[in-house]
Every structure is written in structure tokens, then in C-alpha cells.
């Protein structure tokens, strides 16, 4: 089962991550200038982009109980993820994804190069 801790472990490691206090005080995590994951629901939800609204589809299709969404994410190729239903591998891949969609190019050709 994965944590908020895990979220905040995984996106800190990424080139050019920082944590930013979001609405309501929660942590969010950005790049210049793009936030790529957030926590909400008193860290049981975390929140991350997706390639585009299909992948987003596919993904609550595909499990439900991990993925899922609210009208607020309507038209927005975000997924919330249930970190009492994935592991920490699994996380590590989907914050990873958010960062790389979000992230400045040289910050993901710097990741790559160093994968």
C-alpha cells in the first residue's frame, strides 16, 4: 500500500521537483512551471496527469477501485489514484509519467539520460 510519504519520496526525486503548498495547505509537486501531483483527501488520494483523456478513461476502466475521478477533472487528462489500493511501484510509475508529461524537456532528457 502506498503513502503520502511514498508520493512525496518518489516526485521529490525527480529532477527539478519541489514541494509547493497547494489549496488548503495540501503538498503539491512541480516543476517550473507546472504542478505534476498533488495529495488531497488527507493523503489518500493522489492526483497526476495522464498522457490524455483515452488513458484516463482506460485507467478507471481497467480498476475502479485505484482509479478515479471527479466532475472538477471533467475535461482534464488527470487521474486520482487511491494509495490504499496501489503499491509503491506502481505509484513510483504514475507520478513518474505525471512529472515527464509536465516537467521541461531538459529536466526528462536529463532523467532519460541518467535511465
Same mark, same amino acid.
Given at each position: 500500500?502506498?503513502?503520502?510519504?511514498?508520493?512525496?519520496?518518489?516526485?521529490?526525486?525527480?529532477?527539478?521537483?519541489?514541494?509547493?503548498?497547494?489549496?488548503?495547505?495540501?503538498?503539491?509537486?512541480?516543476?517550473?512551471?507546472?504542478?505534476?501531483?498533488?495529495?488531497?483527501?488527507?493523503?489518500?488520494?493522489?492526483?497526476?496527469?495522464?498522457?490524455?483523456? /483515452?488513458?484516463?478513461?482506460?485507467?478507471?476502466?481497467? /480498476?475502479?477501485?485505484?482509479?478515479?475521478?471527479?466532475?472538477?477533472?471533467?475535461?482534464?487528462?488527470?487521474?486520482?489514484?487511491?494509495?490504499?489500493?496501489?503499491?509503491? /511501484?506502481?505509484?513510483?510509475?504514475?507520478?513518474?509519467?505525471?512529472?515527464?508529461?509536465?516537467?521541461?524537456?531538459?529536466?526528462?532528457?536529463?532523467? /532519460?539520460?541518467?535511465?
Amino acid at each position: 500500500m502506498a503513502t503520502e510519504a511514498d508520493v512525496r519520496r518518489i516526485a521529490l526525486s525527480l529532477p527539478g521537483a519541489y514541494e509547493h503548498a497547494s489549496y488548503n495547505n495540501t503538498p503539491s509537486f512541480r516543476t517550473k512551471p507546472r504542478m505534476f501531483a498533488t495529495v488531497r483527501d488527507e493523503g489518500s488520494i493522489a492526483v497526476v496527469w495522464v498522457a490524455d483523456e /483515452d488513458e484516463k478513461r482506460a485507467l478507471i476502466a481497467s /480498476d475502479s477501485d485505484r482509479f478515479t475521478t471527479t466532475p472538477h477533472y471533467d475535461g482534464h487528462p488527470i487521474v486520482l489514484v487511491r494509495l490504499g489500493a496501489v503499491e509503491a /511501484d506502481e505509484l513510483r510509475e504514475l507520478v513518474t509519467e505525471s512529472w515527464r508529461l509536465r516537467a521541461p524537456g531538459a529536466d526528462v532528457r536529463e532523467w /532519460d539520460d541518467g535511465h
